[in-house]
Nanobody, 127 residues
Framework: QLQLVESGGGLVQPGGSLRLSCAASGDTLDRYSIAWFRQAPGKEREGISYISSSGGMTKYSDSVKGRFTISRDNAKNTVFLQVNSLKPDDTAVYYC????????????????????WGQGTQVTVSS
């Protein structure tokens, strides 16, 4: 059974950066496509970044495009999300999620498509 653990969150000033990690255990991550979601208090879970199992395809939401970069190191069984130019609106709990089969391009940011979820890591952007 695949297990995911996020790390790298924290408190950062506006304009700052963080590198979030999603470490997998229990299975080899190269079988899975991975997405990052985030959820702010009182808001729905939002899909923000996606990477295919091979790493050859990525997708970003408009809210993070140009500021966030997703990557994966299958040898280390880890997916990363580099988050730059952070804004207070980026404050949320960030989750990684995995699915072991292909998704249609239009569905990669739908939470109910994913079988496995981590526990989340808090990112707080504040001065």
């Amino acid at each position: 059974q695949l297990q995911l653990v996020e790390s790298g969150g924290g408190l950062v000033q506006p304009g700052g950066s963080l590198r979030l990690s999603c470490a997998a255990s229990g299975d080899t991550l190269d079988r899975y496509s991975i997405a990052w979601f985030r959820q702010a208090p009182g808001k729905e879970r939002e899909g923000i970044s996606y990477i295919s199992s091979s790493g050859g395809m990525t997708k970003y939401s408009d809210s993070v495009k140009g500021r966030f970069t997703i990557s994966r190191d299958n040898a280390k069984n880890t997916v990363f999300l580099q988050v730059n130019s952070l804004k207070p609106d980026d404050t949320a709990v960030y989750y990684c999620a995995a699915v072991g089969f292909s998704l249609t391009w239009g569905s990669v940011f739908l939470p109910n498509r994913y079988n496995y979820w981590g526990q989340g890591t808090q990112v707080t952007v504040s001065s």
